[in-house]
């Protein structure tokens, strides 16, 4: 606990908040990836590693190209 306190001293909250709203819409991501209905199960994969092991980008991509991609309903 104190190595985390001693970590989080040189942040501010203005930082915190943007570090949890950054984690927010990348688990939102991931959900509604893993949730979601695609064409077929490997566009599922590709998206789900994209935003797995390239966050930033991953997300991005996925809400300005992925989200289309995905089958109403």
């Not at 190595?3 to 040189?10: A, I």
């Not at 819409?25 to 994969?45: H, P, S």
């Amino acid at each position: 606990m104190s190595s985390l306190l001693l970590f989080l001293g040189g942040i501010g909250i203005i930082e915190i908040i943007m570090l949890l709203g950054l984690l927010l819409i990348w688990l939102y991501a991931v959900v509604e990836i893993v949730t979601g209905t695609f064409q077929n199960n490997i566009d599922k994969l590709v998206w789900l590693l994209l935003v797995l092991i390239v966050p930033l980008v991953g997300v991005i991509l996925y809400f300005l190209i992925g989200r289309r991609r995905r089958l109403a309903g």
